[in-house]
């Protein structure tokens, strides 16, 4: 019906909408009335819920309903390992919770159950297992009931317990495991290692229990390492593993596609607006991505490492984009730049040093030169230092003009002694290596609160050339697990003080890491023993063997006033545990300790996994020996020593350690804290 009302209010109709909302309406009326007769009590539940929702109540839940009894009960009668796996992984447990589920459905999944039984434990090594499935008892029965009656809306009664009785069988071993290769890869000479490389690590599982993932890892790994250098493009062309059940011997084969070798092309920058992009391109570059060379992931990682610690940019993403097209892959640098100044306070401490604050003022374009400038202020329990230095952008072969100067306070007991220092020079950032060029100015004075005034030393000072040289060939420069660093720095000055006098000196440090290889997680399971699976099947790896050795000369005649910073000294978190920082050195006249002109320090350290892990865990347990000796004369050097335990976190910055230390010569415990990788 249509209802018109000329000539009336906008307000009328407003009026007559509301009345015709909350007016009774009669088959409204009748249609309640039928519903509160017709429905039972618990209905009632719903119209209040109804009503609720209009005024913006929260609804309570309806026809809520108790949780499903399971149709069915399934034991399984196997190795303890093998029945945790496949009460897990059977495909006849999906259904015990059907409510829906009839003895029909029962029984032609029970018939399928064997064979799925028989697939899973393939999967574990066991391909000649005996399987037997035990129905619930009167199932039969049940089936032809349920024929009889076309089923019924009662809830359904349990169907009873279903057996599966496993005897898993010899496990079958992995006796070869050959990768073959097609493409570029197979004849190339450059590649020989390559192929050795990739041979070697699959062949990691030969001699383990046959398992499908350790298959997939060991295909996974060999792709990884194929599209890691050269060929991005290349794939697992085919695989197969051939099973001897009867001997119970696994033979497997891989075949590599490498597809056509791939080069890297021109350095292409985005998001440089506040820096000149040739630094990014120059710090490319010198990772050794230049055009022309090998397609190779570790350069990709060490380009975006060296730009992202140069300072400029807060993130650095360097990558390329495989084309099935050309032969080259143009290098793609994204950044997003640092502001151009940046001040950081910081909070810390040490177990050397205790409580520490700092603040960091970073200038990335000095106004006039361009060159960045980095200023610090420290301040520490025994020790404050004030620093600045400032470089310049690098050339085209890494070089940076370097100039700096601090100025420190060290308290020592009884001791305190005051330095200042001074460089000018130049450094290169290299592939393989660093080096360094500058000249330095000491300049040092030390004074004693238990001597007179009379009897305190002058200041002394010097001057001196210097060349530093670092090669680093870890395989991580945040978790290295093998390889090695050698860093040396020799010099040569003069003093300045009163007596005026030549003076050499030297310094060395090396440090390596042996990988000490892998073992098998479990013995050989006897024909017959079920192979254990509540733990991976993967090698446990032994962990690694860190040596670390540092020595230090200073040449000069017994008179000559050498400042106290280009002597030696030692003791600490980096250098020999179970001594506190500085502890090692030459005796003063007042009692304190003070450096020597001969430094040597050696530890060595066993850091092993916590747990089983086929990859390098993130919890290992260390065990160390540290020794380090100061004198002033080389004959003089005796070493004293520390030997204790540690635990070591691989956290996203880096490892951080907590180790436990007795010194030998002291007779204490020290705990010495450490966080990250240097060299």
Known sequence: MNLSLPGQAPWAWSLLLCASLLWPHPARAQQAAAAATDSPAGNAADSTEADADADNVPRRPRNTQAPAAPRFALEIEAPEALREFLLRHMEVQRYRELRSLDANELGRLLAQAPANVRELLATLGHFSPTVEVIPPPGLGEAVAENNNSGGGSAAPASLGTVTVK????????????????????????????????????AGLITGLPFSQADWDSAKAAALRRLTA???????????????????HQARLYIELDSGRAMRMGEVQVRG??????????????????????????????????????????????????????????????????????????????????????????????????????????????????????????????????????????????????????????????????????????????????????????????????????????????????????????????????????????????????????????????????????????????????ALRVEGGAVVARDNT????????????????????????????????????????????????????ADQRSNWENVIFIDGGAIANKAGDLKPVWGVGSGIRYNSPVGPLQLDLAYGLETKRFRIHLNVGFTF
């Open 561 to 612: 006033p050498v400042p106290d910073p280009q002597l030696f000294i030692t003791g600490g978190d980096n250098t020999v545990r179970g001594y506190g920082l500085r502890d090692i050195g030459v005796p003063r006249a007042d009692g304190s300790i003070g450096p020597g002109r001969y430094k040597a320090v050696v530890s060595l350290e066993w850091q092993r996994p916590i747990w089983n």
């Open 229 to 247: 250098q050269r060929y991005p493009l290349g794939r697992v062309q085919n695989s197969l593993a051939d099973i001897d059940d009867k001997a």
């Open 272 to 545: 440089a607006e506040r820096y000149d992009a040739i630094t990014a391109e120059r710090l490319t570059r010198l990772s050794g991505l230049t055009p022309g060379s090998d397609y190779d992931v570790d350069k990709l990682q060490d380009a975006q490492r060296r730009i992202s610690e140069s300072g400029y940019y807060d993130s650095v993403f360097v990558y390329v984009e495989p084309s099935p097209d050309g032969d080259t892959l143009p290098v793609q640098v994204q950044l997003r730049e640092s502001k151009r100044q940046k001040v950081v306070i910081g909070v810390g401490g040490s177990t050397d040093n205790g409580a520490r604050l700092s603040l960091e003022h970073t200038h990335n374009s000095v106004p006039g030169i361009g060159w960045r400038a980095v200023s610090k202020l420290q301040l520490e329990r025994d020790d404050r230092l004030a620093s600045t230095e400032w470089s310049s952008p690098p050339n085209d072969d890494g070089w940076r003009k370097i100039v700096g100067g601090q100025a420190a306070r060290q308290l020592d007991d009884f001791t305190t002694t005051d330095s200042q220092r001074l460089r000018v020079g130049q450094t290169q950032l290299g592939v393989e290596f660093d080096r360094s060029f500058y000249l330095q100015y000491d300049r040092s004075r030390v004074s004693s609160s238990l001597l007179p005034a009379a009897a305190q030393e002058e200041a002394k000072s010097s001057v001196s050339a210097n060349y530093a040289w670092t090669r680093r060939r870890f395989d991580d420069m945040v978790f290295p697990s093998s390889g090695y660093g050698l860093a040396v720095e020799l010099g040569v000055g003069y003093t300045l003080g009163t007596i005026r006098q030549p003076f050499g000196r030297t310094q060395a440090r090396w440090l390596t890491y042996w990988p000490l290889g892998a073992v098998a997680q479990a013995a050989e399971p006897l024909p017959g023993q079920a192979r254990d699976v509540s733990t991976p099947t993967r090698r446990t790896q032994l962990g690694r063997l």
């Open 166 to 201: 496993v005897e898993p069988g010899p496990v079958t071993q992995v006796v070869s495991l050959n990768v073959s290769f097609v493409g570029d890869i197979a004849n190339a000479p450059e590649a020989e290692a390559q192929r050795a490389d990739i041979q070697r690590e």
